[in-house]
């Protein structure tokens, strides 16, 4: 990923900046018609450096970088580097600017690494849920633009399906679109595979990957919400988890914070990870 950065960077600053390689003559040869031998220079200084310099050179020309990371996975140790390099950037005043996007669990324990601790204060957007008539909007200008066409209660069932969820309407999308790509229409059994296929797919990469990572304090604290059919009040869950309200307040903002769970007025939370409700259930009765 680090490599990528800095060739794309280079390749995207080429009329800016001289990134042209260099070489160095390593022998010499008299011979009756002459001999020269070059080899080019490796620059054995660390990404850091070099990224440095691109930047400097790029300040110096009166622009700056900006680095856009899609899908944060805090697991990868060059994710780590690229966060905690960026915060260098920043105290030498570089103009550089880091875009990183993730789902919220990712970000979460992104954020929560003690190494780069200092992410917690960049300015964060919580998407949310997309509107049902914008996940249609989306679906329906996609197909068209691209001729093709769409049963329209397949639609209507897809649209049910992603529940405003974004990671959900790109793969529900993505799996309808593809099961008949030759085809002209997407039909209504199109829609009703890629859900399925979908809703696989989201139980293997998002619910499972979220269940995972909870602590046992944190089960208890949405099984706790279980017993409520929408709204859970924080009062009823202090009584049912005999903890202290700040507590349950503090587990409460880790689940938010997760996108686990939303607010929905206040001291009332229900959960926001569209079927992690079913799935924490389906858990219970293992």
Known sequence: MLEEIEFGAKRAAAHL??????FEVTGLGIAPLGSIEVSRVH???TWRY?????IDRLNEAGTGLLVTV???DPTLDEMIQLAATYQHFVTDGKRVALLMAGLPNNVSTLLNHKTVSFLRRAQQY??????DYDVREALIRTIQENDRLADAE???RAVRSISGFPFLLQLVGYRAWDLTSDSKEISSRDFDLGIKIARDEMNDRILAATYRELTAEDKRFLIAMLDDEEESTT???VERLKRSPQQVSRYRRRMIDAGIIGER?????????PFFRDYLAAQCVK
């Open 17 to 22: 900046i001289d990134s042209s390689n260099h």
């Open 43 to 45: 620059d054995a200084s």
């Open 235 to 237: 009062a009823d869950l």
């Open 126 to 131: 919580h998407l949310g849920r997309i509107a």
């Open 50 to 54: 070099r990224m440095s310099d691109i």
């Open 70 to 72: 899609d899908e944060v």
């Open 265 to 273: 007025g206040r001291g009332l939370v229900a959960f926001e990870l």
């Open 154 to 156: 397949g639609i209507d």
